[in-house]
């Protein structure tokens, strides 16, 4: 064989890849959260708590984004974990050691840019 594949560099790439994925289903849930919770400031009157939020025509698609939002957080969760998972069983492998590393790297990302993104939300 010749290629990357006659030294085994290949092996874990789709750990990355899922790690990777769950970074940008975090940034993208954020931003279809984000865009919720806007779409109910924007309403007239006060913005009322999140669990207070009164089932009429105007306020169903904003909390339907937020809704969306948050499965796109929970999806963004489940690739991390499996990212995480694969990278730690990757790094015992001597051929899937730098690969194993990138995805834990980028599964642990995952958490650190929500809580960041989220927190940046709330402080505007």
Do not use: K
């Not at 940034?27 to 779409?39: K, N, Q, W």
């Amino acid at each position: 064989m010749v290629g990357p594949e006659a030294d085994g560099t290949t092996s874990g790439t789709w750990a990355v890849v899922v790690s990777a994925f769950a970074v940008i289903a975090t940034a993208a849930a954020c931003g279809i959260l984000f865009r919720g919770y806007l779409a109910l400031a924007r309403l007239p009157g006060e913005v009322p708590p999140l669990d207070q939020v009164p089932d009429t025509p105007q306020t169903q698609g904003p909390m339907q984004w937020m809704q969306f939002g948050t499965w796109g957080l929970a999806l963004a969760a489940l690739l991390a974990l499996v990212g995480l998972v694969a990278g730690v069983r990757l790094v015992r492998r001597p051929d899937g050691f730098n690969r194993g590393v990138w995805a834990i790297a980028l599964a642990a990302c995952t958490p650190v840019l929500a809580v960041m993104l989220l927190a940046g939300m709330g402080a505007t």
